[in-house]
Structures are given as C-alpha cells and as structure tokens.
C-alpha cells in the first residue's frame, strides 16, 4: 500500500509540475515523429498461472516478476504510433511449502500499435502488443509435483521454451520536457509458454503497474 501512495504523490507532483512549465509538446506526437523509450512494470504485479496438459486445465502457481525493454516507433498519424519493443522478463515461481522453486528468463520481439489522446502536456494512451519469442528456466525445486490425475506435471529438470504473447495497457504520459515523457498506467498481458521437451503449455494472465520513458525525435 505505501508503493502504491508513493506513487501517487509522484504522479500528482509530475502531473503539476508539468501544467506550470511554459514549453509546447504539442508537436512530439505528430505524423512522421519518431518516438524511442524503455521502461519497467516492476510494480504490483499480480499473476494467475493456469497448466494445461492432455486437455486439462489445473492451477498454477502465482509469479513474480519484473520486465525491462527498449522499443522503437514511428508516428504514421498524428497521435498513431507503430513500432517494436524486445522486453525481457524475469520472474520466479516459488512455493515454500512444497520445496518448489523455478527461475525464468524471457525475451520476446513485440511489435505494437499505440494511440494518444490529446495534444496537451499530459496526455492518456492506450497500446496493444503481440509479441514471440523465448524462455530459459532453471529449476532449483527440492521435490516433483505431481497432478494426482495425470503424469508429473513439473519436473525438477532446466528447460528451453516458445513464448506467444499479447498485451493490453493504457495510462497517462506526462511530458516533463518538449521531448520527454513519463508514463504511468496499467496493464494486462497474458502469455503461454511451450517447454520444447513436453506438450505442456503454461498459461500466465498478468495484470500490474507500469512506468517508463520515452524520447521524441
């Protein structure tokens, strides 16, 4: 809770430091700018992990994680950006209680589509994402989990994975310069993950926090 109030008070802060300075942003987001950024979603994530294998659906465990990226993006109307991000994850899935324990790397190539509204200096969005792309996991668990249904569902073994993902988020970007804009939202993603050795496939459904910067060129 005191995150999420942090947070807050630096939006508020952002937001009217912003409407008190006197330079015009008006033009970052018009037809044929180019827009470069990265940024986290390192805050509030909150995963529900679901394990499908011979046509069942069983529960997962819930993930933590975080995910950096740099993207790319060129404006083809004025407030309509196309572009590319490459994030990469990482996140644990761990349960005391059982002894499980599982470490993921992930990079996925994610073109994406973005729209802006309004040509003030704090300006909300929306953007959506389809992405593919890899995982590694190191399984560092002291036990096997089995479904009392089916063959072993996890197994204490490291493993390379295909990814298909997309996204959903919006927010607001506040421009703290001509060029320069602080985004804060909220997103919604959600990802299967295909381990190479089973036909297992983890589904994880994302919801969490986002902030990140962007430059305009």
Known sequence: MKYFFSITLLL?????????NDFNSSTATSKGSWLVGGGSNLFFNSTNSKVES????LDGL???SITLGVGAG???ANNLVIGLELPVTFSR?????IGFNVRN???VVSPFLRYYFGNTNIRPFIQGNIGFGSSKSKNNSDTIIANPNDPLVFQPIDTKSDIFQYSLNGGIAIFI??????DIGIGYSSTTTKPDTSDIKFKNNTIGFLAGFNIFL
């Open 12 to 20: 508020m802060s952002l937001a009217l430091s912003s409407q008190d």
């Open 54 to 57: 011979n046509g069942q659906e």
């Open 62 to 64: 819930n993930t933590l």
């Open 74 to 76: 060129y404006f083809v």
């Open 93 to 97: 899935r761990k349960d005391d209680d």
């Open 105 to 107: 790397t992930t990079f």
């Open 177 to 182: 310069s001509q060029n320069v804009a602080l």
